[in-house]
């Protein structure tokens, strides 16, 4: 493999698998509390603060894969007031925000072992 190859693979953080590409969950630089991976339970949004009312920083689908950094009590969504910041991959970078625990796989909420920010 090229050098150049090589360095854009590893800016991307995964490997091309089978034709489906696998992401590897986010360096510490984006300060992931696990490497776990969850995923959307259904079509969200990420947002700049844990409330619907904040501006949103992406559209999430169902399935979605995302790292949680930490858990935040905000406003509740469908009876649920936890909130996770997340990291999820977007294009060729990172992008963080709060995404409703509630629309999250989790098991139940605050998930055991995840930090509250």
Known sequence: MKKAAMKSAGILGGLVTAGMLA????????????????????ATKQYTCAKT??????????????????????????GNAIWY???????????????PGQHIKTGGDPRPGIARC
């Open 23 to 42: 992401l590897a969950p986010p360096s510490s630089a984006v300060s992931a509390a696990s490497d776990d991976t969850y995923f959307t339970a259904q």
């Open 53 to 78: 009312t904040c501006r949103v920083k992406r559209n999430l689908f169902k399935d979605q894969p995302l790292w949680i950094n930490c858990y935040y009590v905000g406003q509740r969504v469908s």
């Open 85 to 99: 910041y997340t990291t999820t991959f977007e294009g060729e970078h990172w992008v963080d925000g709060y995404t």
